[in-house]
């Protein structure tokens, strides 16, 4: 196996820069992810990788609900803010003075989000590996101008969680 042919391959895979955000009881959290993909046409399903251990799990697992929007790479204030791993035991709200709206259910959404998405959970797929899959059933969506260009991964560059 060629681990470095398969990482030039997957780098060429074109993605974007997402924030998921859930709320539950109060509570809100979010985390960055590196695409977000349409699974199923009928109904509509979302398909996005969540970062094992990060405090957003328990929030949509007990709202059964979650957001997505895409945010553009180049927002060094919402990276800095969104890549951080807090823990389930943190308790600061990211959210804090960022002009948020919500799309049907309480998740909260970017403003400055091109596209948002509101969903419910339809799947948890809990894989051996550093991240999680959550496959959410569109409710409603926003469109408000237009999306930061795809690129590849290595483009927008990694993501810090540590």
Request: glycine share 6%.
């Amino acid at each position: 196996m060629d681990l470095d042919l398969i990482k030039d391959a997957c780098d060429r895979l074109l993605t974007g820069l997402y924030l998921l955000s859930a709320q539950h009881d109060g509570a809100r959290a979010g985390t960055l992810a590196l695409g977000v993909h349409q699974c199923a046409a009928v109904p509509i399903l979302l398909c996005v990788p969540v970062r094992r251990g990060h405090r957003i799990e328990p929030l949509i697992r007990d709202s059964r609900h979650f957001a997505v929007g895409t945010v553009d790479p180049a927002d060094r204030l919402l990276r800095r803010r969104f890549e951080d791993h807090p823990s389930a035991e943190e308790h600061h709200d990211p959210f804090d003075a960022l002009p948020v709206l919500s799309l049907g259910w309480r998740s909260p959404v970017l403003r400055s989000s091109a596209l948002a998405f509101d969903c419910e959970v339809v799947r948890h797929i809990d894989m051996d590996a550093d991240h999680e899959l959550y496959i959410g059933k569109v409710l409603s969506a926003r469109i408000h101008g237009e999306p930061p260009a795809l690129q590849r991964a290595s483009e927008i560059g990694p993501l810090h969680y540590d």
